[in-house]
């Protein structure tokens, strides 16, 4: 096939142009079955691998739309003529992944979906000529809107609505009407929310309304639950309740989890339970008592106060003896008197009533002498002390721990393993740490019980651990990788079994000619007869060189003897000097024609 590489390139495709379609006529009618089953699947499986590796990635458009809301969305998608397909039972909308930040902002330009909640951007499309109540209503349209965000916005929310009662505040009226709110949240599968998040959500609202007040605002679950207590006493009471509780198990799960600590190195980690039970005490106590110490001294005691009376004066009742002329004048009241602390009292002062009657009598009693009254009061402060104790809350009052250990798995001489029970000591020791984990008190009452028991492992709750090929993970990956593969081995199938059979048979060629031995014509041998029947049958071909005109190099007379490179380029001399009887010894050789002998001719 070298000389054919020599041939001029205008006469190649005119001469091997109709080899294909004769090979294809002389090949058995099997072989063209099988060649053209194998071209029609092997083309079949290149459009699927292509269709198949076009398919666009696709992502959630919108999700946790309204019939309404996924109606507007689809009918804007076919006429943008996006494709699109359901994904979660309709409620959400998807289409190809390089598409989807334009769609979103191309719907979002036109309002879609109008199921968003809009806040205080209502504001800005007042109108000319609206009135003050339409004002009002979209103000407070526009703060329902950022609350349900603001709610949106923690992590176990879902969805929600907010509902504001603003009533219409006038100074005529002696008493204003209060705002209240109400919230309806709609949860993820599996949340709840705490209290304090309960509580978080109603104090958020009560702070953006002014003159709200936490106990007016009410939050509901889409169960139609009340979330929110603070508005009654009596749930405001269980809440304690709920905290109390939420306390005492915090408490029990954190000696729960010291007895594991200590105990699980020791055993194992599977092989130790243990619950504690606590009795909290949660009264209030307030105990106030007062002390005085005994009577001191006069030395060491601090004196408070002190008083001294000095009466002096005739009589044994200590006053001035009646005496004067009866009448009205001596019948007056004496006058005031004061008593003095400390010293002597000060003498009276007589009356201009009583100055003739003291006149008179002065003689009488000048004669006599006047006895006097002392009184002296002294307050010493009082040594006291009153102590007020006001005892925590959460106290404990009892403590009890049940604890249970699983079996010993200890071999034998022959390496086999079976249960054992530990040993007393080995309990004993046990049951001491675990009293000192928790703080066992013997006057506080707590109990401590350790038992020794084999587990029973249940064969339903111990599922077996799955094998690769039937992990999900690995299930997944098949079914990606199912249809390149498929389509590879199909196309590998189809084009060594079906194709490269077909292409293989067109491709036979005849033996090449042996070349002429030298004195002779020069002419190739051809099947069945020699090139000089053939130049005979077209004397118009110019004669081959031979070796008598010094044209060509000499050659052996056999092709066994004949070298390859003598061959070759004989072959290359012939195909220069003569290149249409070189072309027509290759059309024949395509054909498989075989009547090139001058007896076919």
Known sequence: MSAVADLPV????????????????????????????????????????VVLGRQPDWRVLFANLSDKDGGAVVAQLTTMNIP??????????????????????????????????????????????????????NFQRGLEGELTRSIQALGSVQSARVHLALPN????????????????????????????????????VASSVPELAPAAVSVLDDSGKLLSDSGNAGDAAGAVDGQQLQYRQQLEQLYTRRILDILEPVV???????????????????????????????ETSAVRSQQTVEVTGAGAGGAAPAGGVPGATTNQPPGPTTAPVNGAAAPLAPTAATAGAGAATAAAAAGAKTPGKRESITNYEVDKTVKTVRNATG????????????YQNIADAQGKSSPTALSPQQIEQMTALVRETIGFSKDRGDSVNLMNAPFLVDATTQAPELPLWKKPETLELVRSL??????????????????????????????PAALPAPGTAGALAAPGATLDAMLAEEPLRPALASPANGAAPALAATPEVVPEQARLEGARQMARDNPGAVA??????????????????
Do not use: C
């Not at 334009?102 to 209502?122: I, N």
């Not at 100074?171 to 304090?196: D, H, I, M, T």
């Open 482 to 511: 199912a249809w390149p593969i498929g389509l590879a081995v199909i196309g590998t199938i189809v084009l060594f079994g079906l194709v490269r059979p077909g292409l293989k048979a067109m491709a036979v060629v005849p033996a």
């Open 84 to 137: 699109y397909k359901y994904a979660e039972g309709g409620g959400a909308v998807m289409v190809p992944a390089d598409k989807v930040h334009d769609v979103r902002l191309r719907l979002a330009s036109q309002g879609l979906p109008k199921g968003s909640v809009a806040g205080f951007e209502l504001m800005e499309n007042s109108r000319f000529g609206m009135t003050q109540f339409q004002e009002k209503l």
């Open 10 to 49: 205008a006469s190649f495709p005119a001469a091997a142009a109709p080899a294909w379609g004769g090979r294809l006529a002389t090949m058995d009618r099997r072989k063209r079955l099988r060649l053209a089953l194998g071209v029609v699947v092997l083309v079949a499986v290149a459009i699927a691998a």
């Open 584 to 601: 027509n010894i290759v059309k024949s050789w395509v054909n498989g024609d075989a009547a090139a002998t001058p007896a076919g001719a």
């Open 268 to 298: 194992g980690r599977q092989n130790v339970k243990a619950q504690v039970t606590a009795d909290v005490d949660f009264s209030q106590t307030e105990a106030t008592s007062e002390e005085h110490r005994p009577n001191l001294t006069a």
């Open 395 to 406: 106290q404990i009052r009892r403590l009890s721990a049940a604890v249970v250990v699983n």
């Open 169 to 204: 505040q006038n100074g005529f009226f002696r008493e204003q009407q209060k705002p209240s709110a109400s919230v309806l949240l709609s949860l993820y599968p599996g949340r709840a929310l705490e209290r304090a998040q309960i509580a978080g959500i109603v104090h958020l």
